[in-house]
């Protein structure tokens, strides 16, 4: 009777061990496939790209820091106090070409279109709006320093 109990014992310490050595080797391949899943759906912030990076949060934005210009049924906002001023003393056609050409990434015959205008014409509002543009700029800045 006593062989029969120890074989007995035996027999379950085996199939306990048995068991056990299963469950681990399931919880194994259960870690495995969790941290496979991670590494192809989870990124470190260190390696985003900052065009998602800036996806991950907002920032408030006041119209007491822009300036808005009306330019041919289009709303344009100017966010540099310094570049809005120096604009304000263009005349409208000329600070029509700067904001439709660099605001709203318009052509210069896209422009030439929408102010019925010859697109050389255009082209010459732009580059001399930019030069004064520049030194209105310029003078400006060494005014406040």
């Known amino acids: 009777m006593e062989q029969s109990s120890s074989w007995d014992e035996w027999t379950v310490r085996h199939q306990f061990d048995r068991i056990c050595k299963l469950a681990l080797k399931g919880e194994v391949i259960d870690y495995q496939g969790h941290m496979a899943y991670r590494q192809r759906h989870e990124v470190l912030l260190?390696?985003?790209?900052?065009?998602?990076?800036?996806?991950?949060?907002?920032?408030?934005?006041?119209?007491?820091?822009?300036?808005r210009f009306q330019v041919l049924g289009y709303d344009i906002e100017v966010k540099d106090a310094l570049i809005a001023e120096a604009l304000q003393t263009l005349t409208e056609k000329k600070r029509n070409v700067i904001l439709l050409s660099y605001f709203l990434d318009m052509s210069d015959a896209e422009i030439a279109r929408e102010m019925n205008l010859v697109r050389s014409t255009i082209h010459e509002h732009r580059k001399r709006s930019l030069e004064l543009l520049k030194n209105i700029m310029e003078v400006s800045t060494d005014e406040k320093e």
């Open 46 to 67: 260190s390696e985003l790209p900052e065009k998602e990076l800036s996806k991950l949060f907002t920032m408030d934005k006041y119209n007491l820091e822009t300036h």
